[in-house]
């Protein structure tokens, strides 16, 4: 079964951090680049955060450089959020997909549940 399972969302102070983890299955995770996307409370999806299929290049928004960091283990099929210093804008339901290219739009999967993220005190 083709699928991405996110989990390691939850409620967390600012300044705070979680490690969010998508899990796939059913393709060639190894093959494609994958990106992290976040839709907040009213708010369009955006993009978070980018990585190549081999893991050696990486892109983020503006509003996460230096707290997020995207990461890969082809031999798990699993790729990482890790989110340090979080902000109470950070709160959102976090997304990842599988892209054939770091510069596609359009995912090759359709989007799973997510995982919420809430920043409060």
């Known amino acids: 079964q083709v699928q991405l399972v996110e989990s390691g969302g939850g409620l967390v102070q600012p300044g705070g951090s979680l490690r969010l983890s998508c899990a796939s299955s059913?393709?060639?995770?190894?093959?494609?680049?994958m990106k992290w996307y976040r839709q907040g409370p009213g708010k369009e999806r955006e993009l978070v955060a980018a990585?190549?299929?081999?893991?050696?290049?990486?892109t983020y928004a503006d509003s996460v450089k230096g707290r997020f960091t995207i990461s890969r283990d082809n031999a798990k099929n699993t790729v990482y959020l890790q989110m340090n210093s979080l902000k109470p804008e950070d709160t959102a339901v976090y997304y990842c997909?599988?892209?054939?290219?770091?510069?596609?739009?359009?995912?090759?999967?359709?989007w799973g549940q997510g995982t919420q993220v809430t920043v409060s005190s």
């Open positions: 059913g393709f060639s995770f190894s093959t494609y680049a």
């Open positions: 997909n599988a892209y054939a290219l770091m510069n596609s739009r359009s995912p090759i999967l359709a």
């Open positions: 990585i190549t299929a081999a893991g050696g290049y990486t």
